[in-house]
């Protein structure tokens, strides 16, 4: 059986659809089809179901899949790294939100570059989840810091961290509130207070008054600023009050430049994920980096 079939059949069942597929092995999408009917020829058996969007594999093909895809992995990392004792020097596309990107993956990995950053190079982009997930199944990136789990067979991803949201404001704000008043009145305490966010959806300060207040966040932010270091700056500049991650906070936290205004229970979580393409997790500079990130993770907590 011709491994180049396999390996398009792998990564059919892999993407979903043939057009992926085909951008991932830099095919035209009528060759990826016109292999996988070769494959099903010779097997004498049809491998997906093909729908209006993508395809779906039969039990033939899941079974073919879960045999051949282990040993196709570990030919195509032999050979990305050779049998050369030293390593080519590889670089790492990665991709994720802006902010945690800057303040947390970037300095955890700047160690793989080597003093004279000889070990390996990294390219970063920075976006969304939708848009770093979408770059991540088409090839653009190697790894992914997201806010979601992907779904499907294409990408797989772990649990990274926990991220803990705080309600904060500049210490004039806090000032008009007697101790203990917003713990006490919820977010009716809050209402005269003008809001900060990163979209005009208010989704940071959205999620934790689902969370901490059961109630309706407002309905309108007198600053909107898509980055959240920018809605840093200016509630630490007295705009008002904002949710916002502890790690990106602590430090004006600690020189007296914002105050908590609450501190609940339980506070608001948001998890990360780290995910790649199914296929690629073997990769040593996609696994070491992979690697480097859940040591540096546990610190993070």
Do not use: N
Request: proline residues 8%.
């Amino acid at each position: 059986m011709d491994l180049a079939l396999l390996r398009t059949f792998v990564t059919v069942h892999r993407a979903g659809s043939f057009t992926r597929a085909a951008a991932l092995l830099g095919l035209s999408q009528p060759a990826v089809t016109s292999q996988i009917r070769t494959l099903e020829r010779q097997l004498g058996r049809p491998l997906f179901l093909r729908k209006a969007r993508g395809v779906t594999p039969t039990p033939v093909g899941d079974e073919l899949a879960h045999r051949a895809a282990p040993h196709l992995d570990a030919l195509v990392e032999i050979a990305e790294t050779g049998l050369d004792v030293e390593a080519p020097l590889r670089t790492l596309h990665l991709a994720g939100p802006p902010e945690f990107m800057a303040e947390r993956v970037l300095p955890a990995l700047i160690g793989m570059t080597g003093s004279d950053g000889s070990a390996i190079r990294l390219r970063t982009a920075f976006g969304s989840t939708d848009d770093v997930l979408e770059g991540l199944a088409a090839g653009h990136h190697d790894l992914a810091v997201t806010t979601r789990r992907p779904r499907g067979t294409l990408l797989s991803a772990g649990t990274l961290c926990d991220e803990e949201h705080l309600l904060v404001a500049a210490p004039r704000w806090a000032g008009r509130f007697a101790p203990g008043a917003v713990r006490r009145g919820g977010a009716e305490v809050l209402a005269g207070v003008p809001v900060v966010d990163v979209h005009e959806s208010l989704p940071f300060t959205r999620r934790y008054w689902a969370a901490v207040f059961d109630a309706p966040s407002p309905e309108h932010a007198v600053l909107v600023a898509p980055d959240l270091r920018a809605v840093l700056s200016c509630v630490v500049s007295g705009a008002g009050l904002a949710v916002l991650p502890r790690y990106l906070c602590e430090g004006a936290l600690l020189r007296g430049m914002l105050v908590t205004l609450l501190e609940p229970p339980v506070p608001p979580l948001r998890t990360y994920f780290v995910a790649v393409r199914a296929g690629t997790q073997a990769l040593p500079h996609i696994a070491a980096a992979h690697a480097w990130l859940l040591r540096a993770a546990v610190a993070w907590g």
